[in-house]
Nanobody, 121 residues
Framework: QVQLVESGGGLVQAGGSLRLSCAAS????????MGWYRQAPGKQRELVAL???????NYADRVKGRFTISRDNAQNTVNLQMNSLNPEDTAVYFC???????????????WGHGTQVTVSS
């Protein structure tokens, strides 16, 4: 079984910063994509940022220039540095990883349980 564990959420004032971390563990052969989605109350889950092996990161327009995603492929970790936070960034942030457990096996998307980020005005 593959598990994703997030950390780093919390409460911050508008204009502040937070850093989220996610570590994947378990039976892992390779991970092509790691990233973050978020879900605000009453809204659908939306893309925040993706880090894809061999490609430049993808960011949602509303976080470009404020958030930075980084990953350590050897450690199977991904981080999200969030700066200039505003109340609209308040959401539960979910880590994801597209994991291959065996060389010739399928790729499956795994999700973490989420970490709450609350930005006060």
């Amino acid at each position: 079984q593959v598990q994703l564990v997030e950390s780093g959420g919390g409460l911050v004032q508008a204009g502040g910063s937070l850093r989220l971390s996610c570590a994947a563990s378990g039976s892992i052969f390779s991970i092509n994509v790691m990233g973050w989605y978020r879900q605000a109350p009453g809204k659908q889950r939306e893309l925040v940022a993706l880090a894809i092996v061999g490609r430049t990161p993808n960011y949602a327009d509303r976080v470009k220039g404020r958030f930075t995603i980084s990953r350590d492929n050897a450690q199977n970790t991904v981080n999200l540095q969030m700066n200039s936070l505003n109340p609209e960034d308040t959401a539960v942030y979910f880590c994801l990883a597209d994991v291959k457990e065996e060389r010739n096996g399928p790729t499956t998307r795994r999700w973490g349980h989420g970490t709450q980020v609350t930005v006060s005005s």
